[in-house]
């Protein structure tokens, strides 16, 4: 019985979202029923546990790639990028001398707001 229910979890565990909570539960009643050890249940628990981590190790640079790509291909910043290119804005208006213009300290996300556009004449003239 084990063996078999070790088997389906490892079997399922790429497609399975079984938390370590909800898998604790099973085993628990399973446990309390008698149909598995307390100490068949951890070892199942553990192995679990264990081989779900692998599989979140081994994916998360393939998400990190795919999130990556996805932001490039809709033309967005990352935060890092951001933040690199405020700082070379600041270094160069340090060695221009230029002191920037402060945002209304008191504004919420005043220092993310959009410029203003410039006036545009209309009249055609």
Known sequence: M?????KLLLAGLGTLDLT???A???????VARGEMSEKDA???IADWSKRA??????LQPEIDAGVNKALGAM???????LDALRSRIAE????????????DAGAPGAD???AAPPDVDRSGN
């Open 2 to 6: 084990v063996d078999a229910l070790r």
């Open 20 to 22: 370590e909570e909800k």
């Open 24 to 30: 604790r539960a099973v085993f628990n009643d399973l």
């Open 42 to 44: 951890r070892e199942v």
């Open 53 to 58: 981590s692998e599989q979140r190790a081994r």
């Open 75 to 81: 033309g967005l910043a990352r935060r890092s990028e």
């Open 92 to 103: 160069l208006e340090r060695k221009l001398g230029i002191v920037p213009q402060q945002a």
């Open 112 to 114: 993310d707001a959009p």
